[in-house]
């Protein structure tokens, strides 16, 4: 088994302790960082990602995996802002006003990092307007918005129109989730996109780049 292989391994089975030095090793033999991170990291999560949905991992399972994943992707990111890396896409991430609740978007965050997305997490009880300032100021192609409990979810909806109202709408794509949340709640309030899980965010976020 190659190295990058031994990476692949230790990030699937949620070893952060055996991910870093290896990480760090083969920086030391010369692999290039990205390479580390396509064929070690973000392979390793989209295995992960497919473990899930054929319901052999479940969400421990794929917590314990994204933080060794971000461990090592710790020591990878200064090599890769040297080698001008650039992230597939950029995201907001945020549980919306009113709402505590972090566990889930927690994950959809180390899951998308591990997708390759560069990831800013606004944290809990977001206002509608902190995600119209991120969009202006951030620039991202996805805000996410999260909510765990039915009586914050319609802050999502004024979150929209507030992105509305801001003429902001257009420059992003709004993707949702969260316990409550639904399909059809997502098309009734215009959102882009709906993941019912940190796995299908990562799918529904690349779709939404059209990759």
């Given at each position: 088994?190659s190295?990058?292989q031994?990476?692949?391994?230790?990030?699937?089975?949620g070893?952060?302790?055996?991910?870093?030095?290896?990480?760090?090793?083969?920086?030391?033999?010369?692999?290039?960082?990205?390479?580390i991170?396509?064929?070690?990291?973000?392979d390793?999560?989209?295995?992960?990602?497919?473990l899930?949905?054929?319901?052999?991992?479940f969400?421990?399972?794929?917590?314990i995996?994204?933080?060794a994943?971000?461990?090592?992707?710790?020591?990878?990111?200064?090599r890769?802002?040297?080698?001008?890396?650039?992230?597939?896409?950029?995201?907001?991430?945020?549980?919306?006003?009113?709402?505590?609740?972090?566990?889930?978007k927690?994950?959809?965050?180390m899951?998308?990092?591990?997708a390759?997305?560069?990831?800013i997490?606004l944290?809990?009880?977001?206002?509608?307007?902190?995600?119209?300032?991120?969009v202006?100021?951030?620039?991202p192609?996805?805000?996410g918005?999260?909510?765990?409990?039915?009586?914050?979810?319609?802050?999502?909806?004024?979150?929209i129109?507030?992105?509305?109202?801001?003429n902001?709408?257009?420059?992003?794509?709004?993707?949702?989730g969260?316990?409550?949340?639904?399909?059809k709640y997502?098309?009734?309030?215009?959102?882009d996109?709906y993941?019912a899980?940190?796995?299908?965010?990562?799918?529904?976020?690349?779709?939404?780049?059209?990759?």
């Amino acid at each position: 088994m190659s190295l990058i292989q031994e990476i692949r391994q230790a990030v699937i089975e949620g070893q952060a302790k055996t991910v870093v030095p290896k990480v760090e090793q083969a920086l030391k033999e010369g692999t290039a960082a990205d390479k580390i991170l396509q064929d070690g990291l973000i392979d390793a999560m989209r295995e992960v990602g497919r473990l899930f949905e054929e319901g052999e991992f479940f969400v421990p399972e794929m917590l314990i995996a994204a933080r060794a994943m971000k461990e090592g992707l710790a020591i990878l990111k200064p090599r890769l802002l040297e080698a001008k890396v650039e992230p597939i896409g950029r995201v907001v991430l945020g549980t919306v006003k009113g709402d505590l609740h972090d566990i889930g978007k927690n994950l959809v965050g180390m899951m998308l990092e591990g997708a390759g997305f560069e990831v800013i997490d606004l944290g809990t009880d977001v206002a509608p307007d902190q995600f119209v300032e991120a969009v202006k100021d951030k620039r991202p192609q996805i805000i996410g918005l999260s909510a765990l409990l039915t009586t914050t979810m319609p802050s999502m909806k004024t979150t929209i129109q507030a992105l509305e109202s801001a003429n902001a709408r257009g420059q992003v794509k709004v993707m949702i989730g969260g316990a409550p949340v639904t399909q059809k709640y997502a098309d009734e309030i215009g959102a882009d996109a709906y993941a019912a899980d940190a796995s299908s965010a990562t799918a529904r976020a690349r779709a939404l780049l059209g990759r």
